[in-house]
Structures are given as C-alpha cells and as structure tokens.
T-cell receptor
Framework: GAVVSQHPSRVICKSGTSVKIECRSL??????MFWYRQFPKQSLMLMAT?????????EQGVEKDKFLINHASLTLSTLTVTSAHPEDSSFYIC????????????FGSGTRLTVV | GQSLEQPSEVTAVEGAIVQINCTYQ??????LSWYQQHDGGAPTFLSY????GLEETGRFSSFLSRSDSYGYLLLQELQMKDSASYFC???????????FGKGTKLSVKP
C-alpha cells in the first residue's frame, strides 16, 4: 500500500525561528499532497493543497508567507513554519492519495511542533 | 457553509456493535470516508463510499445515502483496541481535499 513518510515526528523550537517539515511518498508519486493542522482534541483542519511544480493553494485564514510550502518533486513536499510563535504549536500532518480512492488517503505520521 | 456533524463521544462494551452517524453539508461531494485516529497518532483510512449503499470491510462497514447527505460507520464485535477517535471526511474538491468532521471519541469498556 501507499506509504507517506513524515519527518521530524517531534520538534521543539524557540520563538522566532523556522522549522521545516518534510513529507515523502515512498512507493508512489504524489502530484498533490495536503497539509493539515490539528489542535488537541480537535479535528484536522486543511491548511493548504500542495501541487508538484506549482504554487500551493492555501485555505482561507492560513498565512502563505508564514507557512511556506514547496513541492519540488513528485515524492517530496515540505512545510516551513517561519518565525514560529507559541500559538503555532500544534500537530501538523501531511497526506497524499495513492492510486485509487478506494484505498483512501495516506497520512504521514505527523509532526508535533512545540514553540517555546 | 460547510459542515460535517457527528456525535462527540460514544461508549460501548467489548463485543457490542456501535454505529457512528455523520451528516454533511458541503459545497462539493466526491465521496465520504472514515478515518481512525488513536491518541497521538495519525489518521488511518478505514473506508470510502462514493455511491449509495453499504461497504463492508471485515468488522467495519460504512453506509452512504447521498440524497440524505448522511452516512454511518458500523463497528461490530468491538475490541478494546477500537478505542479511538473516528472521523468522517468528505472529499470536497476535484483536487481531493478532505473536509473532516469534529470526530467521535469511542471508548470501549470491558
């Protein structure tokens, strides 16, 4: 089945610094990847749709200059949280679709970001 | 607006059957999916319905009625390991972006 590898799993950073999260599709090509954010005991909120070779599409209310998304290849998408603040602390998860919708979307293992 | 409604919590005992309902209101609809998420983990795919009717996968079944904008996840022969949050999600756009419900926390008791 489709596997999506996400790194790092946990990161603690200081306010004002930037953090890069990588998401790789290991055994399939993902022209589109999705980035979600999940606060404790809440649902997953779509942040942006990442398209290989083009600009990402951001959801309303998500700052594109703060959450930089790069999808330079068919197997790699990155999310960079710039000038992080404590309120950016959250669980960030990427997902991609495999060959068939019948097998759903595969999620990365998530990145727990804590900004101190 | 867009919304997916599902119960916030459900409690059941081992061996029982539980049904988690989901009603949705979205601007687009390309199918209803269900995902399981254990605390601290990432969501894992359970089932997908694009057409009306019942889909069965082992102990889990999912149903969709597009005319009613309604679906449910049925979990049979509950096990302790089924304790988790369950999310319904609508594939809203042609690109495939998912809109998630708020999740139902299922607690399975001995």
């Amino acid at each position: 089945g489709a596997v999506v590898s996400q790194h790092p799993s946990r990161v603690i950073c200081k306010s004002g610094t930037s953090v890069k999260i990588e998401c790789r599709s290991l055994d399939f090509q993902a022209t589109t990847m999705f980035w979600y954010r999940q606060f404790p005991k809440q649902s997953l909120m779509l942040m942006a749709t990442s398209n290989e070779g083009s600009k990402a599409t951001y959801e309303q209310g998500v700052e594109k200059d703060k959450f930089l998304i790069n999808h330079a290849s068919l197997t790699l998408s990155t999310l960079t949280v710039t000038s992080a603040h404590p309120e950016d602390s959250s669980f960030y998860i990427c997902s991609a679709r495999g060959d068939s919708l019948r097998y759903g979307y595969t999620f990365g293992s998530g990145t727990r970001l804590t900004v101190v | 607006g867009q919304s997916l409604e599902q119960p916030s919590e459900v409690t059941a005992v081992e061996g029982a059957i539980v049904q988690i309902n989901c009603t949705y209101q979205t601007s687009g609809f390309y199918g209803l999916s269900w995902y399981q998420q254990h605390d601290g983990g990432a969501p894992t795919f359970l089932s997908y319905n694009a057409l009306d009717g019942l889909e069965e996968t082992g102990r889990f079944s999912s149903f969709l009625s597009r005319s009613d904008s309604y679906g449910y996840l049925l979990l049979q022969e509950l096990q302790m390991k089924d304790s988790a949050s369950y999310f319904c999600a609508v594939r809203e756009g042609s690109q495939g972006n998912l809109i998630f419900g708020k999740g139902t926390k299922l607690s399975v008791k001995p």
